[in-house]
């Protein structure tokens, strides 16, 4: 007989979120899907409130690293907002370099980006997912550092990759991983 009212509760739930404002704009809901596509597509955004790769810190790791070639990985990435209140939104961009290639992180398409706002001091997270790759495969990129860029920005901050090489899908150039878009951290 609880069945009822955890129906009722789980109904009651789910209409006070829809219920929710957004963030005080005249979009809605929908304002998390709103041009994400054109704003992290690498064309330049003229925003002045979107948070720029200086003025945030970004923390790598810890992960949870593939132990053997054909296991997936994982590697969080926070991002602390460190100057004034901006947002963020679409996909951070990612490209894993090694000696003589590199390899941009593919967005993971079941992800559905947001806008976030980040006060002074406020975090934000997302996630590289990969598959470790053979030592001295052909197919395997063997990475050394890992290239952080926000959506809409040219420059970005470049970190050690230690997590062994990346499994390719065709080639090193191709790999086979992928990279959250941006969800709201802490509390």
Known sequence: ?????????????????????????????????????????????????????????????????????GDTGNVPVTLTNKGAKCTLEGFPTLSLTAQSASATVPRDQAGAPQKLTLAQGDTASFTLTYVRGKEGDPKSLAATSLKIGLPGAAEGQTFKWSYGPVQGKKDATDPNASVTAFQQAGD
């Not at 009651?12 to 709103?34: E, P």
């Not at 925003?47 to 810890?62: A, F, K, N, Y």
């Open 1 to 69: 007989m609880r069945a009822i009212p955890i129906t009722v509760t789980v109904l009651a739930a789910a209409l006070l979120l829809t219920a929710c404002d957004s963030g005080g704009g005249t979009g809605g809901s929908d304002t998390g899907n709103k041009n994400s596509g054109s704003k992290s597509s690498g064309s330049k955004n003229t925003d002045s409130t979107t948070c720029r790769i200086g003025e945030v810190g970004l923390q790598v790791g810890p992960a949870n690293a593939a132990p053997a070639a």
